[in-house]
């Protein structure tokens, strides 16, 4: 009789001991995947950075190219807040907005 009482303890220990490594394996694991989806956030949002920066360089040059080109010709009543730009230059305003949209959420 006290060696199924032994057989016993020993079986329950043995469970015990799986079940604690079963969940140190469970932790490790979901702390390996929120450490991926962490980064992979942190890639995602630079990107988003990045495409911004190049944004907003692309449409102040396009902007200053266009000021420094109705600048050439100015008329003498004109003021900033009267100028406008031209067609092709809104034109190529929106291409540049619709390829980095694209580009942001593709």
């Known amino acids: 009789m006290t060696k199924t009482k032994d057989e016993a303890a020993m079986n329950l220990q043995i469970a015990i001991r799986c079940a604690k490594a079963a969940m140190l394996l469970s932790a490790l694991k979901s702390s390996t995947n929120h450490r991926r989806?962490?980064?992979?956030?942190?890639?995602?949002?630079?990107?988003?950075?990045?495409?911004?920066?190049?944004?907003?360089?692309?449409?102040?040059?396009?902007?200053?190219?266009?000021?420094?080109?109705?600048?050439?010709?100015?008329?003498?009543?004109?003021?900033?807040?009267?100028?406008?730009?031209?067609?092709?230059?809104?034109?190529?305003?929106?291409?540049?907005v619709l390829l980095l949209f694209t580009l942001l959420y593709s």
């Not at 902007?63 to 008329?75: A, G, N, Q, V």
């Open 37 to 96: 989806e962490a980064t992979a956030i942190n890639e995602e949002q630079e990107r988003d950075n990045q495409l911004l920066r190049i944004s907003n360089q692309a449409l102040s040059i396009a902007l200053t190219t266009e000021l420094r080109r109705k600048s050439e010709f100015p008329k003498p009543t004109t003021t900033f807040s009267q100028m406008a730009l031209d067609p092709t230059t809104y034109f190529i305003l929106i291409i540049i």
